[in-house]
């Protein structure tokens, strides 16, 4: 069964960045979609972010211009570059891997934007 661990959250600023990291305990393969949901305490998990191993991206809305998503498929690793953050991206982050419909989820990490 794969892990994945994310790292990078934190506190910081409005307008400030951060980049979050997603390492997978194994391979990451052709067939996989990798990529990051967010949720917020009483609201579903939803779509930030994902990427295919062709490097085929798809944002949501709120953070289109804002944030990029990129894999190191050697690294087994995924990262979300998040810059000029809002206080209403303040969530638990996780990473994820679809494989065929079955999805595996990180532990999350934490990011809190100050106003």
């Known amino acids: 069964q794969v892990q994945l661990v994310e790292s990078g959250g934190g506190l910081v600023q409005a307008g400030g960045s951060l980049r979050l990291s997603c390492t997978a305990s194994?391979?990451?393969?052709?067939?996989?979609?990798m990529g990051w949901y967010r949720q917020t305490p009483g609201i579903q998990r939803d779509m930030v972010a994902t990427?295919?191993?062709?490097?085929?991206?798809n944002y949501a809305d709120s953070v289109k211009g804002r944030f990029t998503i990129s894999s190191d498929n050697a690294q087994s690793t995924v990262y979300l570059q998040m810059n000029s953050l809002k206080s209403e991206d303040t969530a638990v982050y996780y990473c994820?891997?679809?494989?065929?419909?079955?999805?595996?989820w990180g532990q999350g990490t934490q990011v809190t934007v100050s106003s």
């Open positions: 194994r391979s990451i393969r052709s067939f996989d979609i």
């Open positions: 994820y891997r679809n494989r065929f419909g079955s999805l595996t």
């Open positions: 990427i295919t191993s062709g490097g085929t991206t």
